[in-house]
């Protein structure tokens, strides 16, 4: 059993951590290529160019509300309509308020613009890599950042290919690629699991998601159901105690 | 054809870029402000499977039983071999063999 509560060391950067950082991030590059992809497909669809596509990849940077927003992408952009994708971005993208903010203990001591500029690096898998590696002791911030910058270039070109073969690709659901986040994420939590206490808070969060995703529109699920698993993990006594008021 | 780098386009994606930038900053920035109790301590512990099952799990239950037999099957891989990058490979061609054979969903 692994203890949370030993001490870290405060982070440091050193080269050694590099291809650690980007080996542990490996396994997500076939799937962020193909979620690319499919991506730069479904951009071709909806009449964008391809220089345009490029500059959402590497500006908004965050694959779930691109997709999300593209989708529903209105016919005239307004003050309005703009609005509304910024909200509809929001609701998507706001989960990485609570990933950053998991990283501050482990980023806390760097000097503000080291720890901010590396912030903007925050991706789900990026993130998940991240803290196995913190929870396993790791204090070598390259190891975040080789990764990150990794992620960063890969989706940055993923959707080329996409956007030039979007007529094979109309149906990226064929090739499962809607399975890359689900399947990813599924093989994160395994590791994560520390016995069926420490997974009181993820019950929590997927009841608070499942019903808020059935009676709000939209994408407030998940930072609904994220934040209500963590704050029902913060209310649990320490398991020394015993009787958890979860 | 379309333009090259249509001006309307580039202010929605300058204005989503804010906000998720703010996503990415913020809550590092508030963090400074909060002073990290035990309690917290075990709040910051939870979120990585938090965020996981509410983002995952609606996706799933949404998606149907061939989405759903194809998470399971990235975690028993997971499980048996403890290794991510089979589990995404497995996970995407479960799904995609499953509607191959004419599984909907």
Redesign the interface.
């Known amino acids: 059993m692994h203890n949370?509560?030993i001490p870290k060391a405060p982070a440091y950067w050193s080269r050694a951590a590099i291809l650690p950082g980007i080996v542990a991030i490996?396994?997500?590059l076939?799937?962020t290529l193909?979620f690319g992809m499919a991506f730069g497909a479904l951009c071709a669809q909806k009449?964008?160019?391809l220089?345009?596509v490029v500059?959402?990849m590497g500006?908004?940077?965050?694959g779930l509300?691109q997709f999300v927003?593209v989708q529903s992408w209105p016919d005239v952009?307004t003050p309005g309509t703009?609005?509304t994708?910024?909200l509809l971005?929001?609701t998507v993208?706001?989960?990485?308020?609570?990933?950053?903010?998991?990283?501050?203990?482990w980023?806390?001591t760097l000097p503000a613009w080291q720890?901010?500029s590396s912030?903007?690096l925050?991706t789900?898998g990026g993130?998940?890599a991240a803290?196995r590696y913190r929870d396993r002791g790791g204090a070598d911030a390259m190891f975040y950042i080789g990764g990150g910058i990794v992620l960063y270039l890969v989706w940055l070109v993923a959707a080329i290919p996409g956007f030039l073969l979007a007529e094979q690709l109309t149906d990226p659901?064929?090739?499962?690629?809607?399975?890359?986040?689900?399947?990813?994420?599924?093989?994160?939590?395994?590791?994560?699991w520390k016995g069926p206490r420490?997974?009181i808070?993820?019950?929590?969060?997927?009841v608070?998601?499942?019903l808020v995703?059935w009676l709000v529109a939209g994408w407030w699920?998940?930072?609904?159901?994220?934040?209500?698993?963590?704050?029902?993990?913060?209310f649990?006594d320490?398991p020394e105690k015993s009787g958890a008021a979860a | 054809m379309t333009d090259f780098l249509r001006s309307d386009v580039m202010l929605a994606f300058a204005v989503m870029t804010a906000v998720t930038v703010a996503s990415r900053l913020g809550g590092y920035w508030l963090m400074g402000y909060v002073n990290v109790t035990p309690r917290v301590r075990r709040m910051l512990d939870a979120l990585p499977g938090s965020i996981i099952v509410a983002a995952a799990l609606p996706v799933a239950v949404n998606g149907g039983p061939v989405v759903i037999f194809a998470i399971f099957a990235a975690m028993a891989v997971t499980i048996i071999r403890r290794n991510d990058f089979i589990a995404v490979i497995v996970g995407m061609a479960v799904a995609a063999a499953a509607r191959a054979l004419g599984f909907g969903g």
């Open positions: 949370t509560h490996g396994p997500m076939p799937g193909a009449n964008f160019s220089a345009e500059v959402m500006t908004v940077y965050g509300s927003a952009l703009i609005a994708l910024a971005t929001l993208n706001i989960r990485f308020m609570l990933m950053s903010a998991t990283l501050r203990p980023f806390g720890a901010y912030m903007l925050v789900d993130w998940l803290m659901k064929k090739y499962g690629v809607d399975l890359v986040m689900p399947a990813f994420y599924a093989a994160m939590l395994v590791p994560a420490r997974a808070p993820w019950v929590v969060s997927g608070v998601a499942l995703h699920f998940i930072i609904a159901g994220a934040l209500s698993g963590a704050l029902s993990a913060g649990m320490e």
